[in-house]
């Protein structure tokens, strides 16, 4: 084999390209998924200890700062397969970048936001820098991957001059970077998505997506045991223990319903309203699982007969309430399923309907109640499916 031609020295290459092209993700990419772990749990944390609209508006902001650093990135390696060893020492430097904006969390309000920003902005610079690669290694052959290294470069001087700036200008222009990456992909006439080769490999996008929401899922079992042990296992009455098995049944379920009915589904069209739905309702239904993780949290700090804490019941009931509705709006977007029959847009909004009655009753109640009431919402998303598919499929049975 030339060496040109081993994967660890072929550069990269426009997937429309590549014969040997596949939507399974390298290693590579999953490694940088899991990096993203200690950084959700962070976010979490943060969350957490600031539990006010503040806290959360500065969690949602840092969130959609590290989804769209980490769908960028992805979007690149879908559109450019990648696996050299060039490539592999520049998604080492994007992993570090990762590192110290997940580090610099606890202090975004103070000290710790120059080096944020700062992180965001080499990430941005890095980005930036994947696609001015694939240009020199003759990947391209229209102006995508030029207009793409041109915004991210541009962003990341936006993003580094936030890290100097006063509060709170440093944060407005920060904000104002975030929205201009979305009116760069979106903006009609000018939106990169008018390229007809600005179409990434969706079965590989789909499969990042649900890598992506195990992890981010999986964030709430992290607070949940974490919770437990520095309270003491040994220590805690049986009521709360039945409430910390309730937690983790419920995060299980939160990922079953996903996969069952969006998870590995590419979108139905081209259409840039689909593929734009496609993976923003993605960005709000992982970030509605953080907030759920971190109110069930809260399973381990009461008994069957003390009130839900107030604030963890807002995280928790708006959470499941928008996550079903993030679930129904990439449901609506994706090649049909056959679940699709019957987990419908109905069943979504039951679910949604309980999750907003467990908020006006959690501060009246017993948790036992609060928390009835909520996994009825959760759980009723997978009795009310299977149990129509049962008798569907039984009378079709039957039929033949």
């Given amino acids: 084999m030339p060496l040109q031609d081993h994967p660890l020295w072929r550069g990269p290459r426009h997937h429309m390209d590549a014969e040997d092209a596949h939507d399974h993700v390298h290693w590579i990419e999953l490694f940088y998924d899991l990096i993203h772990v200690v950084t959700i749990f962070m976010l979490g944390n943060y969350l957490s200890h600031h539990l006010s609209i503040d806290g959360f508006l500065v969690f949602a902001a ?5 989804w769209f650093a980490w769908f960028d990135s992805s979007l690149f390696n879908s559109l450019y397969v990648s696996t050299d060893i060039t490539h592999r020492v520049i998604m080492t430097a994007q992993i570090c970048t990762v590192m110290i904006f997940a580090a610099a969390i606890p202090e975004v309000a103070g000290d710790g936001w120059t080096f944020l920003a700062l992180a965001f902005a080499a990430n ?13 290694m003759g990947a391209e052959t229209t102006t995508l991957a030029s207009e793409m290294a041109r915004n991210f470069f541009a962003l990341s001087v936006v993003f580094a001059l936030s890290a100097f700036l006063p509060q709170p200008f440093g944060y407005i222009v920060f904000g104002a970077g975030i929205v201009a990456i979305q009116a760069l992909y979106l903006s009609p006439g000018i939106g990169v998505l008018r390229f ?22 999986g964030e709430g079992f992290f607070k949940l045991v974490v919770t437990l042990a520095e309270k003491g296992v040994t220590k805690v009455t049986p009521d709360v223990l039945v409430n910390f098995i309730l937690g983790g049944a419920a995060i299980f379920v939160m990922a079953w319903i996903y996969f069952d009915f969006a998870g590995n589904a590419k979108p139905k069209s081209r259409e840039i309203r689909v593929r734009a739905q496609w993976w923003l309702s993605h960005l709000v239904l992982m970030l509605a699982a953080v907030m759920v993780g971190v109110a069930l949290a809260a399973e381990v700090k009461v008994g069957f007969f003390e009130p839900y804490p107030t604030k963890y019941a807002w995280l928790g009931c708006i959470g499941l309430a928008a996550y079903l509705l993030s679930l129904l709006a990439i449901q609506n977007v994706i090649e049909e399923r056959t679940a699709h029959r019957f987990a419908t847009a109905q069943v979504r909004m039951i679910g949604v309907a309980l999750a907003l009655v467990t908020l006006v009753i959690v501060p009246h109640v017993p948790s036992i109640i609060g928390n009835l009431s909520w ?26």
């Fill in 196 to 217: 007809e080769r600005f179409v990434p490999r969706h079965g590989h996008m789909a499969e990042r997506f649900a890598l992506l929401l195990l992890i981010v899922v």
């Fill in 62 to 66: 840092l969130f959609t700062a590290m």
């Fill in 375 to 400: 996994a009825a919402a959760l759980f009723s998303q997978i009795i009310i499916p299977v149990r129509r598919a049962y008798r569907a499929f039984s009378e079709e049975e039957k039929a033949t």
């Fill in 124 to 136: 941005r610079a890095i980005t930036a820098f994947m696609y001015w690669r694939a240009i020199r």
